[in-house]
Nanobody, 116 residues
Framework: VQLQASGGGLVQAGDSLRLSCAAS????????MGWFRQAPGKEREFVAG????????YYADSVKGRFTISRDNAKNMVTLQMNSLKPEDTAVYYC??????????WGKGTQVTVSS
């Protein structure tokens, strides 16, 4: 599966952004999907995830209540709706799929910058 994230940009604190992840090469319906982010000088961290059907979602405490992950298996896409953005949300955001017993694999990221 090849993943390409898009939709990042420069916004002000309190604004919203919607990130999209387009998958190719294989269907995402077989995989748990997630979003990760990496800020300068920090390790990559988990942001949000969704089960294969999309019926269950889970979030890092830092984004809970502000971010929403969703997926459309028919369109082979995953989205991350980000509301009430904060400067600490500034990072490169990556879409990822999880292989059972192996771990997550990331695609190319998209930069999100939130100014105060």
């Amino acid at each position: 599966v090849q993943l390409q994230a898009s939709g990042g940009g420069l916004v002000q604190a309190g604004d919203s952004l919607r990130l999209s992840c387009a998958a190719s090469g294989s269907t995402i319906r077989h995989y748990v999907m997630g979003w990760f982010r990496q800020a300068p000088g920090k390790e990559r961290e988990f942001v949000a995830g969704t089960t294969r059907s999309g019926s269950t979602t889970y979030y890092a405490d830092s984004v809970k209540g502000r971010f929403t992950i969703s997926r459309d298996n028919a369109k082979n896409m995953v989205t991350l709706q980000m509301n009430s953005l904060k400067p600490e949300d500034t990072a490169v955001y990556y879409c990822a799929y999880r292989v059972f017993n192996t771990g997550y694999y990331w695609g190319k990221g998209t930069q999100v910058t939130v100014s105060s």
